[in-house]
Each structure stands twice: as structure tokens, then as C-alpha cells.
């Protein structure tokens, strides 16, 4: 399967690395379609029109714009699509475009979580009626943009946890779009923007960039505590999420003897 990559940042430089060195045997690396100035030394770079003609797979690690810039191409070119930045799909439009129009396929990353194929199972049995995720993330992590000087202040400084939002996961994922991609998984896992309710702690103290999932109804009642050292490029990406995209190009390229 022929692989290229858009973004070559702390997830897409490890998965294209990874890739070019033979870690997914079924997979050939075409290269990177990257956007700064200065390219890759170690990588082939290709251009965003040359991935679409050779590849099969087109991953995207480049973030939620440019996931909408570009990815409606990638699926209407044939190749598949295998996005990372889960939280632009908050736009239904977007989603619908990309998952109904094709030829091409869409995949959706597990990246920082796991236990979305059981909260699909219970959800699609009609046995969910409450999910909840909470992340909880280093505080500097968490400063956006539209928060006014006082707000990011308040974080910057803080001695313990604060928490920053409760809200329905659509407004969650809107509010914070590179530190809950987890929450938008989740609903989309759920099929139920609505039923998903997020929360984000800043906490000046975490070690670890932590997902608590709970989740109840008539199929039981589910807890997923999930742990992640950060990135070492990129505080707001953990570490193990390249590697979530590896397992995934494996499963798309080896379709035999694999979870599903
Ligand atoms: N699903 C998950 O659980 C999960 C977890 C962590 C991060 N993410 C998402 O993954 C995405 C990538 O994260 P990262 O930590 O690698 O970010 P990063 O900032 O380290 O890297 C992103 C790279 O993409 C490049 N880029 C941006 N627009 C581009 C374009 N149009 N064409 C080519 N390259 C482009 C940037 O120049 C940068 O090099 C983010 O959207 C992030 O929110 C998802």
C-alpha cells in the first residue's frame, strides 16, 4: 500500500520516518506533502496533486484546517483517507462530504484512546443513556485564543487543578480544537454528539496528559482511564499517537488476522 503523509510535525514525522523504514511491511512511504518553508532533509517531500495521483492511503496529521482544505480532494481522488485531527469532523457538513462522497474511503485514528470500539458496540445496542470524558492536560497546554488576558493568566498561574469547560462534546471539541480530538472521537464513536458531555481540567501538576471516559445505560457501565506521556515535539499531542496511526495504516494494509 502506498503511503503519503500530510504534516510532518510530532505526528506525521515519526509515522513517515516510521513508515520509510519498513515498520508496516505492506506499506511503501511515497512521501510528505509539507507546508514550512524548510523541507524534511531525511524525507521524500512530494506535492499535495503528486500524493493524490500515487498513493492509496493519504494520511493527514496537519491539523483541522487543513483537513477541510484538503481532504474532500484526497477521497475524490480514490484514495483513502485516514484522518488524525478527529475534531474538524465536528462539522457535519465536512464529515458528510468526506465519508459519503468517495471513491475514496474515510478512517478515523483512535489516536490518544482507546475502548471506542466497545463504547460503538453499547451505544449501537441502544444501551448508553450517559458519557462523559474528562482531559485533563498540563495548564500552558490549554491557553487558547479567544480566552481574554485574565483567563490565560488565571491558567498560567495556577496552583491546582482548574476546570476550564463542561459543555456538550461539539462545543468542547470547538472550544479547544488540538487538546480534545479525544472527545469528538467519542461522539462520533457514540453516534450521539448530543449524549457525549466533555470536560477540560487545566492542572499545573500533571505529569501526564490524562482521558477519563465513563459511560452507562442498560449495556453496563464503563470507566477508561487513560494516561499518556506528551509528545517530546509537541506538549499538546501525546506521544503515543503516531503509533496509533502506525497500528491503523497496519490494519488498513492487512486486512486478514486484525482487530476490526
Ligand atoms: N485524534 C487524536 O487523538 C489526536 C491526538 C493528538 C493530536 N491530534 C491532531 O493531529 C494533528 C497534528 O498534530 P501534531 O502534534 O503532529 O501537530 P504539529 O503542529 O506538530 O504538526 C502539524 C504539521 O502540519 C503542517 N501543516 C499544516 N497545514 C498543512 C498543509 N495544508 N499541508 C501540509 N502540511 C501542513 C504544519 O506545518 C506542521 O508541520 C492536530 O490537528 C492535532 O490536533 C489528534
Not at 462534546?169 to 457525549?196: C, I
Not at 442498560?218 to 477508561?224: N, P, T
Amino acid at each position: 500500500m502506498k503511503v503519503a503523509i500530510i504534516g510532518c510535525g510530532a505526528i506525521g514525522g515519526v509515522v513517515a520516518r516510521a513508515v520509510r523504514d519498513g515498520a508496516v511491511p505492506e506499506a511503501e512511504l511515497v512521501g510528505v506533502v509539507h507546508a514550512e518553508p524548510v523541507d524534511p532533509p531525511d524525507l521524500p517531500v512530494v506535492d499535495f496533486r503528486t500524493a493524490l495521483e500515487v498513493a492509496d492511503l493519504v494520511v493527514e496529521c496537519a491539523g483541522q484546517r487543513a483537513l477541510a482544505e484538503l481532504g474532500p480532494s484526497v477521497v475524490e481522488s480514490a484514495a483513502d483517507l485516514l484522518v488524525v485531527s478527529v475534531g474538524a469532523l465536528t462539522d457535519d457538513a465536512l464529515l458528510h462530504k468526506l465519508r459519503d462522497s468517495g471513491p475514496g474511503g474515510l478512517h478515523l485514528c483512535t489516536g490518544a484512546i482507546g475502548g471506542l470500539d466497545l463504547l460503538a458496540a453499547t451505544a449501537r445496542g441502544g444501551g448508553l443513556d450517559s458519557v462523559r470524558i474528562v482531559t485533563t492536560k498540563k495548564a500552558p497546554a490549554l491557553v487558547q485564543r479567544w480566552m481574554d488576558a485574565e483567563q490565560q493568566e488565571r491558567i498560567r498561574t495556577a496552583t491546582g487543578p482548574v476546570e476550564l469547560m463542561r459543555a456538550p462534546a461539539r462545543e468542547v471539541t470547538a472550544a479547544f480544537p488540538s487538546s480534545t480530538n479525544v472527545a469528538a472521537s467519542v461522539a462520533l464513536a457514540v453516534g450521539d454528539w448530543n449524549k457525549v458531555e466533555a470536560t477540560v481540567v487545566a492542572d499545573p501538576d500533571a505529569p501526564l496528559t490524562s482521558h477519563v471516559i465513563s459511560a452507562e445505560g442498560s449495556a453496563g457501565r464503563y470507566r477508561f482511564e487513560i494516561c499518556n506521556q506528551p509528545s517530546p515535539e509537541n506538549p499538546t499531542t501525546s506521544g503515543v499517537v503516531p503509533h496509533a496511526v502506525l497500528s491503523a495504516v497496519a490494519r488498513l494494509a492487512r486486512r486478514t488476522g486484525v482487530f476490526a
